[in-house]
């Protein structure tokens, strides 16, 4: 059994509503990459690159997102309040290191993009956001 399916039903579908938040921003992100190429090709790049920095950085935002699920889904298990907020601080740090390294990768690695790699860390909420406020976020 799979991480994935050990998780709470809750927790998958919201993670599988990130993620397709999350795919449909980089696919608007490359689109907007490559019109602005064709616009500018000397001053906005579209190669490889962009599409490796998406590509990674959408796979480390829904992560963070699932990793913070399941952090809930077990702090909600725990006997006291003591050991639930351990649970979410000991969460949000691994987190942060995954965020971190793969900023530091974006941002030193030449091989991908480094606007491309970072901005889909925040789509999962920027998505979520617009979605409620358009009211097409259906709990």
Known sequence: MSIFEKAAPAVRKETKRVAVITL???????AVFL?????????IPFDYRVILGGAGGGLVAVANFFMMGLA???ATNEADEAGARM????????????????????LAVPFIQPVAGVLPLVFPSTGIKVLSILGLLKT
């Open 24 to 30: 449909v921003c980089v696919l608007i992100m490359w």
């Open 87 to 106: 649970v979410i601080r000991a969460s949000y740090s691994r987190r942060m290191v995954m965020q971190v390294i793969w900023l530091i990768l974006a």
């Open 35 to 43: 019109i602005g190429h064709l616009i500018a090709p000397g001053k």
């Open 72 to 74: 809930v889904q077990k």
